[in-house]
Every structure is written in C-alpha cells, then in structure tokens.
C-alpha cells in the first residue's frame, strides 16, 4: 500500500511539457577527396515562443545539438573524408517550441 501511495506521489511531481509548434531546418553536409566538413543548422521558433526541447535527423556523424538561445535549437554535423566519390548527407535541426516564459 505504501509502495503504491509513494508512486502516485512521485508521478505527480514530474513536470508536463506541451508544445504550440514544430519547427525543422535542412542542411546538406559535403566531404571531398581527403577532407571533412563541418555544418550546423539552426531552428528557431515563431517570434514569441521559445525553444523547449529539440532533436536532430542526420545520415552523418553529429558533432553537437544544444539550445542554441531562448528561441533556438542547433545541430552541428561532420561529412567524414572520403578517398573516393564525394560523401553528402542531409542534416535536420528540429525544435519544439512553447508559449509563455522559458523554463529553464
């Protein structure tokens, strides 16, 4: 009985997030023969919301995702060299933006 009394409790606490809008942002990362690039992208939120979560899409290797500001969220990626045909991949920033102050 305590168990379960100690789970509601505990369930109740957690916070609830709820996003107003989606927002999504597409780069295309290019290496060449013996060298890699570097890209980021940035999605940022209608003006008035903030950013309160994010994600990413890669076909590459991701280098960071972050909170880029209030309203942003940024995903930096790598095109590893590639000692044969060019290597190209699609990078996407996503954020989940809500209304109102930011939370944290």
């Not at 996003?19 to 570097?38: G, I, K, N, P, Q």
């Not at 290597?87 to 996503?94: E, F, H, P, R, W």
């Amino acid at each position: 009985m305590l168990a379960g009394l100690v789970l509601i409790c505990a369930t109740a606490a957690l916070p609830a997030f709820a996003y107003s809008s989606h927002v999504a942002h597409t780069v295309l990362v290019e290496s060449y023969y013996r060298d890699s690039r570097t890209k980021s992208t940035t999605a940022t939120c209608p003006e008035g919301q903030h950013a309160l979560f994010g994600g990413f899409g890669a076909g590459t290797f991701l280098r960071a995702l972050r909170r880029s500001a209030d309203n942003g969220w940024k995903v930096v990626a790598v095109a590893p060299p590639d000692y044969g045909n060019p290597y190209t991949a699609n990078v996407t920033s996503n954020v989940y933006c809500g209304d109102g102050d930011v939370p944290f």
